[in-house]
């Protein structure tokens, strides 16, 4: 099915920056978003980014202005590029895309995660 594959965590000093990508492969019809989440110890998973095939960005408030996430529609891949990075912006990355099938099923995938690690 659609795979999401991630990759650019690490860990980083306050201050810094990092970038995350995730492509999608698959039988892909169309992608109707493509976004972050993360998930901090022992909080709930949250909406970090969002992208939409129309170009539309949503943000969590906690990263506005700091965080940008962008794509490349030829290689279906998603990326976030950090900056100003918090230590509250340690947590696991999950990379999540919404989309159709070749047959036209409506699909979701999750990325397994990514670990981002902000020292203080």
């Known amino acids: 099915q659609v795979q999401l594959v991630e990759s650019g965590g690490g860990l980083v000093q306050v201050g810094g920056s990092l970038r995350l990508s995730c492509a999608a492969s698959?039988?892909?019809?169309?992608?109707?978003?493509m976004g972050w989440y993360r998930q901090a110890p022992g909080k709930q998973r949250e909406l970090v980014a969002k992208l939409t095939s129309g170009g539309t960005t949503t943000y969590a408030d906690s990263v506005k202005g700091r965080f940008t996430i962008s794509r490349d529609n030829a290689k279906n891949t998603v990326y976030l590029q950090m900056n100003s990075l918090k230590p509250e912006d340690t947590a696991v990355y999950y990379c999540?895309?919404?989309?159709?099938?070749?047959?036209?099923?409506?699909?979701?995938?999750w990325g397994q995660g990514t670990q981002v690690t902000v020292s203080s």
């Open positions: 999540n895309t919404n989309g159709r099938t070749d047959w036209g099923s409506r699909f979701t995938s």
């Open positions: 698959g039988s892909i019809l169309s992608i109707y978003d």
